[in-house]
């Protein structure tokens, strides 16, 4: 399939060939799709298409592609001053963008790091935790628990608190030990339950790992209710409250990787308001700009972060980013935050997940359909299919297939999810929901009986 631009096809060929892109098989995949604008929930191709981005482009955009007030914000800041180093200095647009953040997280998380994606977001927490307790004289506290299917980013730390993959398996000599536990996959239950009768029987190897090694653990990552790259497994609110009850019982960090669920996916502002839990630490990132410029943020307790300070100066937390609290990027995120005061943002979210529910319903007992998961903007079908996991033959079938019919969806292997931004028309989530259901004809040949 070429995607070249008619007027001069050998160009664009020729020119990617030096771009090296993320997650791309150069051998096998074809050549990229050449985007010239894009605007609410289209992307407009170079020769002439456009496309509905079913994905937010990777999770990132909230209000809609070039939304004019985001865009106004960066240029009048970029008129004004575009960077300076954050150390020692401080400016408007940082100090501004963490009060409107303050008002919208729980107080408890009151201090508030600025980096420049989600994997340096989580790098930070997972330094910070480790620090914490060298700093409280209790070093023998080092280590780290995380999730199985857990995704935290592709840095050397975030990689290795994300799950054993073929992502991580050429480094793993360079990933640090953490103990992995279950997640709540009620799909696929790690100990053989049923949601409808268990009593999430799946944290007792997290209440096991606590009770013998809890002096020796830092901290616990996770992705609170959604964990999205490995597989958009929604987990029930009570494994979360059991997670924060056992980290508080055991004295052990709780970080909330709220990098894809914050600013709205989940239904709230946050994953963790849904469970009423409050972490430690969080991580935010993608949505902090509403999709416009890279950015992070690490948010943690005035307990932790009173350690931090005294007359010694080992004491400092001896971490940043050239980039770090760029004032573009904050403006962007106060420019995003404005937004949600002045539009009807949870209104869309809750229009949202409301057609999702109901299209849901028209898949439900369909052969190639093994589970259906949905909360707030996210909605997922696993297929049922003979080669599951993320190598699944079917997932360029379908890539392609959904391309063809003007849209953006990138299945996770067998796991086909819609996650858009909040501007979708309803027309248009209607014709996404249409797409996929039409896709399940590819998908029967391989299915399986569940
Ligand atoms: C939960 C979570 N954490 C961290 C990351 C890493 O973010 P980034 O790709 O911006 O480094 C991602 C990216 O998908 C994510 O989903």
């Known amino acids: 399939m070429s995607n070249n631009s008619s007027s001069a096809p050998d160009t664009l060929a020729e020119r990617t060939l030096a771009l090296w892109h993320p997650f791309t098989q150069e051998a096998l995949d074809p050549q990229p799709i050449l985007i010239d604008r894009a605007q609410g929930a ?27 007030v985001i865009a106004a914000a960066i240029a009048a800041q970029a008129r004004k001053l575009e960077h300076v180093i954050f150390a020692g200095f401080t400016h408007e647009p940082a100090l501004e963008l963490a009060a409107r953040l303050r008002r919208v997280l729980p107080p408890e998380l009151a201090h508030i790091f600025f980096s420049d994606d989600g994997s ?92 013998e090694h809890h002096r020796e653990i830092a901290a616990l990552i996770v992705e609170p209710l959604l964990q999205g790259a490995g597989g958009m497994i929604v987990h029930p609110v009570e494994f979360l409250q059991r997670v924060r009850r056992l980290c508080s019982e055991y004295d052990v960090l709780l970080i909330a990787d709220e990098v894809l669920t914050g600013f709205g996916r989940t239904g709230r502002m946050f994953a963790c308001e849904l469970a009423a839990v409050v972490p430690d630490l969080m991580c935010l990132s993608k949505g902090l700009t509403g999709g416009f410029l890279p950015m992070g943020a690490t948010l ?34 106060i420019a995003s935050l404005e937004i949600f005061d002045t539009e009807p943002v949870f209104a869309r979210i809750a229009g949202i997940e409301k057609i999702h529910r109901e299209r849901a319903k028209a898949l439900e007992g369909h052969p190639a359909v093994g589970d259906i998961r949905i909360i707030g903007t996210m909605m997922a079908v696993e297929l049922a299919v003979d ?39 309803e027309d248009e989530l209607n014709y996404v929901h249409y797409v996929i259901a039409d896709s399940l004809n590819l998908v029967l040949p391989h299915a399986t009986a569940g």
Not at 43 to 64: E, M, P
Request: aromatic share 12%; glycine share 8%.
């Open 300 to 333: 943690c307790t005035g307990a932790i972060h009173e350690t931090f300070c005294g007359a010694d100066r080992g004491r400092t937390f001896f971490h940043g980013h050239s980039y770090t609290a760029n004032p573009l990027g904050c403006a962007a995120g």
């Open 120 to 211: 340096t977001a989580v790098e930070v927490a997972l330094k910070m935790a480790l620090q914490y307790w060298h700093n409280l004289g209790r070093p023998e506290k080092k280590r780290l628990v995380a999730l199985e299917h857990a995704y935290h980013g592709d840095t050397v730390g975030a990689m290795s608190v994300g799950a054993d993959s073929a992502f991580v398996a050429p480094f793993q000599d360079l990933r640090f030990p953490v103990w992995r536990v279950p997640s709540a996959y009620c799909f696929r239950c790690p100990v053989g339950k049923t949601r409808a009768t268990c009593d999430i029987e799946c944290v007792e190897p997290l209440a096991r790992l606590l009770e």
């Open 387 to 425: 080669d599951p996991g993320y190598f699944s033959h079917l997932r360029p079938l379908l890539y392609h297939f959904y391309i063809e019919k003007g849209v953006l969806l990138r299945p996770l292997g067998n796991v086909v999810y819609v996650l858009p931004p909040y501007v979708i028309s």
């Open 42 to 68: 289209w992307l407009y191709t170079g020769d002439g298409r456009k496309l509905l981005d079913a994905i937010s482009s990777w999770w990132v955009n909230l209000h809609g592609h070039a939304h004019p």
